[in-house]
């Protein structure tokens, strides 16, 4: 059909559109605060494009919801006040009829939502996690840079070297002080070597002092040493068995139903029931007077969309702490978020009015009244 195919064109150009300034907006955030964590120690500086992408790989679902709430809002209200939706209605078809077309437009960006969501999400949340660990468990003597103080990654130690040899596995006039167990260490070297033994890393000393005293008190024990080795992390780069939630895959959260693996997991197919139930309530809320400015009801778009996204994230923590289960609340908000945009479609599309409801029903009442006198 003609108007089938125009409408589609439509929606086509509005939702690259829109995907593109809003990929845009967000892939700018997301660098601004990954550059913000790479300062901070989080991220190594050669890993912030990786994990920007995978940040904003993560947003996607999100992103292209937006987008197509957008693209059919921004339309459709078009339609309106240029009447060409009078041209249709007045072909005797109704606002209903336009969920056919838009489905048909809508159904591979539905598929993409519910195979980022389910599959691509944990994927890309796990390749950030271990990237973050790779970098903040690394070897204590990698995050050295000749000359400047660097603490270790326990926050327990604080490094100086003053020259490293070639490859970082060697340094000269070496400067290390702890606190740990109650007790505060010194200990300085002319020289300094890694050492691996098994998984375990070792900085190997050569020809230095070492002061300890405990914390609180003036007693300070000083001795040389012409050999001294110092435990530095052991497996740096092995996993834990604490996965996040965030990372596990769909299937895992199936199948170990625990309570934030349900959060999870009402958070992940939230996101397609959400996509889902936009197209309808984007069809809805199209419907405007044309004589108003679009940016009305395109705002007023927007908060439900933010309302609704608010009420996933806060259902989220409800599941995780015990107050509803997840499937009571996937069928409250999902399923009466669905309700309320098919009211609204059909209120639409058969032109209802609440005042004209209220007069008739007025008027029907007094005609009772008259005909019972």
């Not at 020259?163 to 200990?187: D, L, R």
């Amino acid at each position: 059909m003609l108007f089938h195919s125009s409408i589609r064109k439509e929606l086509a150009r509005s939702f690259g559109a829109t995907l593109i300034v809003l990929a845009t907006v967000v892939m700018t955030m997301t660098l601004i605060r990954t550059l913000g964590q790479a300062s901070r120690g989080s991220f190594n500086p050669s890993d912030v494009m990786l994990v920007m992408g995978y940040t904003v790989l993560a947003y996607m679902p999100t992103i292209l919801t937006l987008s197509l709430f957008i693209a059919i809002i921004s339309s459709l209200s078009r339609m309106y006040r240029d009447s060409e939706m009078v041209i249709w209605f007045s072909s005797g078809r109704g606002l209903a009829s336009l969920l056919r077309p838009l489905f048909r437009f809508a159904w591979p960006i539905l598929g993409v939502i519910m195979a980022l969501a389910l599959l691509v999400l944990p994927w890309s949340n796990q390749k950030i996690k271990t990237m973050r660990d790779q970098y903040e468990t690394r070897g204590d003597i990698e995050r050295i840079e000749p000359g400047q103080f660097q603490e270790s990654a326990g926050g327990n130690r604080v490094f100086f070297v003053e020259k490293e040899a070639a490859g970082q596995t060697s340094g000269s006039n070496v400067f290390i002080a702890t606190t740990e167990n109650g007790k505060e260490t010194v200990t300085s070297a002319r020289s300094g070597r890694i050492h691996f033994d098994g998984q375990d890393q070792f900085l190997l000393l050569s020809n230095g002092q070492r002061l300890e005293s405990v914390i609180g008190q003036s007693d300070i024990k000083i001795s040389e040493f012409e050999k001294y080795g110092i435990k530095i992390s052991s497996n740096p780069l092995g996993g834990t068995n604490d996965v996040p939630v965030g990372t596990r895959t769909t299937l895992t959260l199936l199948q170990a139903r625990t309570l934030p693996n349900l959060a999870e997991l009402s958070w992940r197919l939230g996101l397609v029931f959400a996509a889902i139930n936009f197209v309808i309530i984007g069809i809805a809320g199209s419907s405007v007077n044309p004589r108003a400015g679009r940016s009305v009801n395109l705002i007023f778009s927007l908060f439900i969309f933010i309302l609704y996204y608010n009420l996933l994230t806060v259902g989220q923590s409800w599941i995780a702490s015990g107050k509803f289960t997840w499937l009571g609340f996937l069928l409250a908000l999902h399923g009466g978020a669905l309700v309320f945009g098919l009211l609204w479609l059909v209120k639409a599309h058969h032109n209802w009015h609440w005042r004209r409801l209220l007069g008739r029903r007025t008027a029907s009442a007094s005609r009772l009244r008259n005909s019972a006198s």
